[in-house]
């Protein structure tokens, strides 16, 4: 079974909290304790913004992109098993920040510009 977003949804593959700290200290984490950082494995074509005026609508596309490590917001988000693989299902609004680099084991993906995936650069 495959999971397609619609419209600004993002789906989200969250990332195991770290075991170790960079200096080397073991971590005690409760066993329900999850980190709100995962990597973007599933987004959505964008959300239509109407005109009423001219009675037209636009597409907006959305400012992530698989591949993308993020963080996001621990309210508004829905969690479902697909594949035996948990996910977390949410809309763009709800993501907080992309991150770049690595980040507690999580490998962001390399951002490319928008010239880039267009393949003008």
Not at 28 to 47: K, L, N, T
Not at 73 to 96: A, D, M, P, Y
Request: hydrophobic share 35%; charged share 25%.
């Amino acid at each position: 079974m495959n999971i397609s977003p619609l419209g600004d949804v993002v789906v989200i593959r969250r990332s195991d909290p770290a075991k170790v700290s960079a200096g080397g200290l073991l971590l005690a984490w409760s066993e329900d304790y999850r980190e709100d950082i995962g990597i973007v494995v599933a987004v959505g074509s964008g959300r239509h913004q109407k005109c009423d005026h001219c009675r037209t609508s636009t597409r907006i596309p959305l400012s992530v992109r698989v591949g993308d490590a993020v963080l996001f917001s621990t309210n508004g988000h829905q969690i479902t098993t697909v594949n035996g693989e948990e996910l977390v299902v949410l809309r763009e609004k709800s993501i907080i920040a992309v991150i770049e680099g690595e980040t507690n084991g999580v490998e962001a993906g390399t951002r490319k510009s928008d010239r880039q995936y267009l393949g003008i650069e």
